[in-house]
């Protein structure tokens, strides 16, 4: 069976970390670039970084730069994010998604054909 499955998510205090992971079933991803995307209740779903599969090249939305880090460990066949300084305002459902590239033209929310189940990330005291 081919799928994505986001872990990682949970409840955490404004400022606290969270690393979420991507792993791949069924399928490598090494040879394509990976996106992570969130959707907060009542917002449109937005991306929030992307790794090419080689690694080198990497996107953050302005709302994350910094404070999240995308990265990817090709043995694991996984990808991670990293979350730091979490705010309420980064409080949603977080999906992963692979683009049918190297490089992440493609890994944007309309280019995505289907989706896993997410995982969700609550940032509250």
């Known amino acids: 069976q081919l799928q994505l499955v986001e872990s990682g998510g949970g409840l955490v205090q404004p400022g606290g970390s969270l690393r979420l992971a991507c792993a791949a079933s069924g399928f490598t991803l090494a040879n394509r670039a990976v996106g992570w995307f969130r959707q907060a209740p009542g917002k449109e779903r937005e991306r929030v970084a992307c790794?090419?599969?080689?690694?080198?090249?990497?996107y953050y939305a302005d709302s994350v730069k910094v404070r999240f880090t995308i990265s990817r460990d090709h043995d694991k066949n996984t990808v991670y994010l990293q979350m730091n300084s979490l705010t309420p305002e980064d409080t949603a459902v977080y999906y992963c998604a692979r683009g049918q590239y190297p490089s992440c033209e493609d890994v944007v929310v309309q280019q995505i054909a289907s989706w896993g189940q997410g995982t969700q990330v609550t940032v509250s005291s």
């Open positions: 790794i090419s599969s080689g690694g080198l090249f990497t």
